[in-house]
T-cell receptor, first 112, second 114 residues
Framework: QKEVEQDPGPLSVPEGAIVSLNCTYS??????FMWYRQYSRKGPELLMY????GNKEDGRFTAQVDKSSKYISLFIRDSQPSDSATYLC????????????FGSGTRLLVRP | DSGVTQTPKHLITATGQRVTLRCSPR?????VYWYQQSLDQGLQFLIQ???????AKGNILERFSAQQFPDLHSELNLSSLELGDSALYFC?????????????FGEGSRLTVL
């Protein structure tokens, strides 16, 4: 079993839809949770960063962390075709915060 | 543009050969990380350097080595290449030793081993 599980998709939604992306994890020591976006043939770019539990909002993006359930989510409101990309969750623990454990990524396609 | 530069973008070589991948971090960043991305394994942490010194090792094979030079650029050396080493190799950088997980990734070097 992988430390971080993520549905690979692809997830296809119409423009304007609310998108929900999720990851589950098994290591209760994880404290730092991130979402990266990766466009085709590009490197991952950091979208959201959360420490421990709770919600964080940035524009159309909301990240949620539920440590009791070992579950994190990324919500995208009013999705746009430009949001079409692969979304990777990543996390790390306190002792080795530099070592990110990535999910396998979910491919998202937003149809115009 | 993340500010992290990787060369070459593409590389095709044969089994048994040796290649060197190069990375220039963002201006001011002291940490450099190397990650391998393959279809079956996803993004895997290989190694981190901070201000010229090795700080952490991940799933890096003994056939692979890296270093960070005084000007903070880094090189990843891959030797005795095998077919399974074909992957995207990403370099990332951060301003600190990695306490926040906020890494800036380059566009990667795609290695194909034939």
């Amino acid at each position: 079993q992988k430390e971080v599980e993520q549905d690979p998709g692809p997830l296809s939604v119409p423009e304007g839809a609310i998108v929900s992306l999720n990851c589950t994890y098994s290591n209760s020591a994880f404290q730092y949770f991130m979402w990266y976006r990766q466009y085709s043939r590009k490197g991952p770019e950091l979208l959201m960063y959360t420490y421990s539990s709770g919600n964080k909002e940035d524009g159309r993006f909301t990240a949620q962390v539920d440590k009791s359930s070992k579950y994190i989510s990324l919500f995208i409101r009013d999705s746009q075709p430009s949001d079409s990309a692969t979304y990777l969750c990543a996390m790390s623990d306190w002792d080795s915060s530099y070592k990110l454990i990535f999910g396998s990524g979910t491919r998202l396609l937003v149809r115009p | 543009d993340s500010g992290v530069t990787q060369t070459p973008k593409h590389l095709i070589t044969a089994t048994g050969q040796r290649v060197t991948l190069r990375c220039s971090p963002r201006s001011g960043d002291l940490s450099v990380y190397w990650y391998q991305q393959s279809l079956d394994q996803g993004l895997q942490f290989l190694i981190q350097y901070y201000n010229g010194e090795e700080r952490a090792k991940g799933n890096i094979l003994e056939r692979f080595s890296a270093q960070q030079f005084p000007d903070l650029h880094s090189e990843l050396n891959l030797s005795s290449l095998e077919l399974g080493d074909s992957a995207l190799y990403f370099c990332a950088s951060s301003v600190d030793a990695g306490n926040t997980g906020e890494l800036f990734f380059g566009e990667g070097s795609r290695l194909t081993v034939l």
